[in-house]
């Protein structure tokens, strides 16, 4: 390789402290969000510095005491003095409660901001990246990273600044106590601080890995937990419990070997720490002997060293926290890092109001990211005009529904364009677009609501009434009412409570109540029986009139009224007319109506 790999291989004098502020760098990203909030933040410094400079004035008045107060004579200067300390106690306790109380707090409400924006930036994503990943591993980034950054802004920071306002105090109090005896402190701190800097790197990469490996078992529990009819179904339990228990062995040796980089980490700079005051100690005793120093000023000096060593070993632990807080900034900054494949335009063209429903693809050719070289949809043109009702049929894999997530904007085309009203798709707002369109799918999505806010969804201003309205209209009111507590009966998390025909009711009465000029149908009855399809499709006639409808269906049977048919094979139109027309054709749609059908009617 060329220069500039050797050079990235090399790390050049100082190059380590670029790497602490890389390491550090997830973590300041995020300091908007707790900027924010600068009054708590001036209040918890202030309760800081009031708590570090009390805990600071404890060894002064223990040296006074020492000196001056254990002689007959300035006996009562005892009274005074722990009068005095009792005073400091008192300042330290409501200072330390008060830090305590704003930091944490601090804490919680950054997290809490965090999350919301980290899940607002999701909704935001185009389909295109939920097609790859793993929605257990994006929850687990959601949920168990944000909680470790928690930490971070909350106890973590809090022990941080309180431990280093008490290091800095510590180390000026004693240059003031004795500057020999500091200068013997102050030449052990850096043998303390390597051992912290190179093991706070590992415990980051370490942290990252076991974060990573915890997030892959969140995704596998996930999954199988949205599958368990499945699993049940094949006696698969001992098969995913197996695979569970072995991705959570690999989470755990991973966090097992980040805890014991931290455990090495903690007991080497303790040893350091109290291995030097030790040292100094016995430095000082001899000085004391000598008369070079008074009892009351070493133990002054001791004290503040112990200060000093205590707070240097909580900031080794600190490091480690601060760097696994890291590890998990730097996976949420991935999250925050996605951009949409769709996003709306500098300045979108507004689209005509109101909106009539006039659809054009022209020369649309498109292929899933996941597999580019295969064209689902190749050069299709196909226009409707507004207020027709053109079905789509054609053999599964054909295109069909493609074509209603081209024109939700899902996906943009490779080539060709989709206009509605005129503008180019491209041109709009996509939440303006799809404010225009009513989608019932096929595999309808219920969410773990009640029945009310399951079809409020399609227009969360409508009264209840207006909800019940477009329930009946998708005969979708006599089973809700027969529940426990009728519209407000929760219907379980993707409706496992109720079969797949009432799914696609509830689906159909959101269609219903958002009243859009343009309804997208894909396989709106294919689940229902008999006479729920009667009373859905009259249903759908009226919503039909004056509105844009593209139908989506392998049933011909629900096509036959459409004002035009179009055929699709391979991602292209094949044929287009009138189902009487296409049956006599004798092309594919006549064979599809042949098999549905029958001979004898395949053109009636």
Known sequence: MGPTSSAAE????GDGRAERRRALRPLLALAPFALRYKVRIIAAFFALLAASAATLVVPVALRRMIDFGFSAD????????????????????????SRFYLVMTLGERVVADVRTRVFEHLTCLSPAFFDTAKIGEVVSRLTADTTQIKAAFGSSASILLRNLFLFVGAVVMMVVTSPRLSALVLIAIPVIVLPLVAFGRNVRRRSRLAQDMLAHASAYAAEMIGAMRTVQAFTAERLVTSRFDG?????????????????????????????????????GAHDVVAGRLSAGTLSQFVLYAVFGAGALSELSQVWADISQAAGAAERLGELLDEKPAIAAPAKPVPLPAPVRGAIRFEGVSFAYPAQPDRWVVERLSL?????????????????????????????????GRILLD????????????????ALVPQDPVVFGASARDNIRFGRPEASDAEVEEAARLAAADGFIRAMPRGYDTPIGERGVTLSGGQRQRIAIARAILKNAPVLLLDEATSALDSESETAVQQALDTLMQGRTTLVIAHRLSTVLAADRIVVMDEGRIVEEGTHAALAARGGLYARLAELQFGVKDAAA
């Open 10 to 13: 090399t790390p050049a004098p």
């Open 74 to 97: 300035k006996a009562d200067y005892i009274n005074d003095y722990f009068l005095a300390m009792l005073g400091v106690a008192a300042v330290l306790a409501l200072a330390s409660a």
């Open 247 to 283: 991705e959570v062995e690999r989470a755990y040796d991973a966090a097992a070997v980040s805890t014991r980089t931290r455990a090495i980490l903690t007991s080497i700079v303790i040893f350091l720490v109290f291995g030097s005051i030790v040292g100094v100690l016995w430095y």
């Open 383 to 415: 226009t409707v005009k507004p207020g027709e009702t053109v079905a789509i049929v054609g053999p599964s894999g054909a295109g069909k529904s493609t074509l209603l997530q081209l024109l939700l904007r899902y996906y943009d085309p490779q080539d």
């Open 422 to 437: 005129g503008v180019a798709l491209p041109q709009a707002d996509p939440a303006a677009v799809r404010r225009q369109l």
